[in-house]
């Protein structure tokens, strides 16, 4: 994870590294106002769903993901 050059937003890639389809949760510990999947170049691809603190991530075999997260009040 990362801090974005502007803003409060934070920055994580995930990836699949065993070649097969996967389903997961990520959970930050701290809630979640949104949440989107992103390119290489930060730009968007399309919103995530959030559940809190968490989201719900499906990944192809050995698929690249970057998401940006937006913190919301505690």
Do not use: I
């Not at 990520?26 to 603190?53: F, I, K, M, N, Y």
């Amino acid at each position: 994870m990362r801090k974005g050059a502007e803003g409060d937003d934070l920055f994580g890639r995930l990836y699949e590294a065993y070649g097969r389809r996967a389903a997961t949760r990520l959970d930050v510990g701290r809630p979640l106002a949104s949440a989107a999947e992103v390119e290489l170049l930060v730009r968007p691809l399309g919103q995530l769903e959030v559940d809190g603190t968490a989201l719900a991530l499906s990944f192809t075999p050995f698929e690249v993901k970057t998401v940006r997260l937006s913190l919301g009040s505690a």
